[in-house]
């Protein structure tokens, strides 16, 4: 899915994600994580969209829940913003290229990364990946 979006992406939508990562950039470096969440959140949704399936962004929404209160805990580890600022730069490095094998890689590794944080906190705080009301 990766590699089709990277080759079909328009210019229009590369600036978008260009301007999106400038803003990123600044907001991280005057420290406003929440702001970050914010544009992190619409670099996702913005690629989702450039799959070509519209309803994607929507049913991602579901999972994001989760991962979004879970990144709440992660963003503030030391180094955890600005290594998810350079795997947002290899993402859009890619995509600015169109090469489907790069983009795929950097979009692996930035998920991988997500993961490494994800596990032990699901094992030491699994209310986070609950839906309300359940165990």
């Given at each position: 899915?990766?590699?089709?979006?990277?080759?079909?992406?328009?210019?229009?939508?590369?600036?978008?994600?260009?301007?999106?990562?400038?803003?990123?950039?600044?907001?991280?470096?005057?420290?406003?994580?929440?702001?970050?969440?914010g544009l992190d959140?619409?670099?996702?949704?913005?690629?989702?969209?450039?799959?070509?399936?519209?309803?994607?962004?929507?049913?991602?929404?579901?999972?994001?829940?989760?991962?979004?209160?879970?990144?709440?805990?992660?963003?503030?580890?030391?180094?955890?913003?600005?290594?998810?600022?350079?795997?947002?730069?290899?993402?859009?490095?890619?995509?600015?290229?169109?090469?489907?094998q790069a983009a795929?890689?950097?979009?692996?590794?930035h998920l991988r990364?997500?993961?490494?944080?994800?596990?032990?906190?699901?094992?030491?705080?699994?209310?986070?990946?609950?839906?309300?009301?359940?165990?």
């Amino acid at each position: 899915m990766t590699g089709s979006a990277c080759q079909q992406v328009t210019d229009d939508q590369l600036r978008d994600l260009r301007r999106n990562l400038r803003l990123q950039e600044a907001l991280a470096a005057d420290g406003d994580q929440q702001g970050f969440m914010g544009l992190d959140g619409q670099m996702h949704d913005m690629m989702l969209s450039f799959t070509g399936f519209p309803r994607l962004p929507q049913v991602s929404q579901t999972a994001w829940l989760s991962v979004h209160r879970a990144r709440q805990l992660i963003l503030p580890v030391p180094g955890r913003l600005q290594a998810t600022l350079d795997e947002h730069r290899l993402i859009l490095a890619a995509f600015e290229a169109r090469d489907p094998q790069a983009a795929r890689l950097a979009v692996q590794h930035h998920l991988r990364q997500l993961l490494t944080y994800l596990q032990p906190l699901e094992r030491n705080h699994p209310e986070l990946f609950s839906a309300p009301g359940q165990p």
